[in-house]
């Protein structure tokens, strides 16, 4: 850039500021309209629109996802990624703040191409649908949306100011056992019992649980256990949540799953089936340098992040799987004291509060900060890499 990075970042925060009330309209309007999972129709069409108004090329059903979408502004390598969710929890609405990261999102995409001046790089902006659950971001990455990607940033909304999200993996399986029908009464030694066999996992993997590493767990559920009390179920199944620190963590409870749901068939006669029942949500790998740079930038508004607390785990978030691929950040950002949580109607009330829109102008200002900087510091970017792993050699 021909401009310093201060007279860069200044562009940054004017162009924010001409934009707020824009931006505070679109995270009411996706507030008052939650939409789920893959449904996200209006929320895609109201944010394509700012972002085509701006001269973003626009290009939607990415990949094959009716309510995903990618914005791009300039050309060529660099190229950073802002992230945008938009997708509401069934019942309890934008509980989790995704209003105000879509908003967030939109306006750092849009401040940062306004003050790029015509420099080289790209500017991509990415409709992330269903992260509370469907995965839009890991089926986006498997895709190769993020292939040309040098880095991704997003902030979430919380209770706490945390430079970085402990975000676990996590996936689910359906275990299904299959046995012989039978009458307890008329022939009740030809029958083989899927329901005992399936109970029995139940009883293996609480005798396993207290052997776990530090934040791995497995909780399941039935969801099928048979048609009628006079009937030996031959068939029986439940679903098992798994989540554990690392995603390399997550597979060896997968196998320690599959193996004694096959040690359980054996013992009781059963054959079983082990599948993934959703996509899989790896662990959140934090790119210390950008979070660090965007960080000082949020340091600005009077907003001080630091590390969670050790041992500290949260949920997980498809965000794992993109910042497997590239460096990335997802900060934490309080909007209501620590004393609550999200996914609750309090957080979502919290989510229109003046303290979210004070939230909302902040961070908005240090992501598209921290974007003109991965796309003007070769330094920065080279860091990044660095504590991510290998560059694909076009980003190097």
């Given amino acids: 850039m021909s401009s310093t990075p201060d007279a860069v970042h200044r562009r940054v925060r004017q162009e924010v500021a001409d934009r707020i009330d824009l931006l505070w309209e679109v995270a009411s309007a996706l507030h008052a309209d939650p939409e789920c999972a893959f449904a996200e129709h209006r929320a895609a069409a109201l944010l394509t629109c700012e972002l085509r108004r701006a001269g973003f090329d626009v290009r939607q059903d990415v990949p094959g996802l009716p309510t995903a979408f990618t914005a791009r502004a300039g050309e060529g390598r660099p190229t950073v990624a802002l992230l945008l969710e938009y997708d509401a929890l069934p019942g309890l609405g934008h509980a989790c703040g995704h209003h105000l990261i879509a908003a967030a999102g939109l306006g750092a995409a849009l401040a940062a191409h306004a003050a790029r001046d015509g420099a080289p790089g790209t500017v991509l902006a990415v409709g992330t649908p269903a992260e509370e659950g469907g995965g839009g971001k890991a089926l986006e990455a498997e895709a190769g949306v993020f292939d040309e ?24 399986y359906r275990v ?35 052997r776990l590493p530090e934040a791995s767990h497995v909780q399941g559920i039935i969801t099928h256990g048979g048609t009628a009390t006079n009937i030996v179920p031959e068939y029986a199944e439940g679903v098992f949540g798994l989540r554990a620190a690392t995603t390399g963590a997550l597979d060896d409870l997968a196998a320690r ?76 950002v309080a909007i209501m004291d620590a004393d609550g949580s999200d996914h609750t109607p309090e957080f979502a009330e919290a989510g229109l509060s003046a303290r979210a829109r004070g939230v909302l102008a902040s961070v908005t200002e240090a992501l598209a900060c921290t974007a003109v900087d991965v796309l003007a510091d070769d330094p920065l970017r080279t860091a990044a890499w660095r504590a991510h792993g290998p560059a694909p050699v076009a980003a190097r």
């Fill in 149 to 172: 990607v040098d880095a991704a940033l997003m902030f979430h909304p919380g209770v706490h100011d945390w430079v970085r999200a402990p975000l676990t993996a996590q996936e689910q």
């Fill in 176 to 210: 299904g056992f299959h046995g012989r029908a039978a009458h307890p009464t008329g022939n009740p030694t030809e029958g083989i019992d899927a329901l005992a066999a399936l109970i029995e996992l139940f009883n293996v993997l609480a005798g396993l649980t207290h």
């Fill in 257 to 332: 799953l599959r193996t004694a749901a096959a040690g359980v068939a054996q013992a009781t006669g059963t054959t079983v089936t082990v599948e993934r029942a959703t996509v899989r949500y790896e662990h959140f790998r934090d790119s210390e340098p950008l979070s660090a740079r965007f960080a000082a930038h949020l340091s600005r508004a009077g907003i001080d992040l630091t590390p969670p607390a050790p041992g500290v785990y949260l949920g997980s978030s498809d965000i794992g799987n993109v910042s497997g691929l590239v460096p990335a950040i997802h900060p934490f």
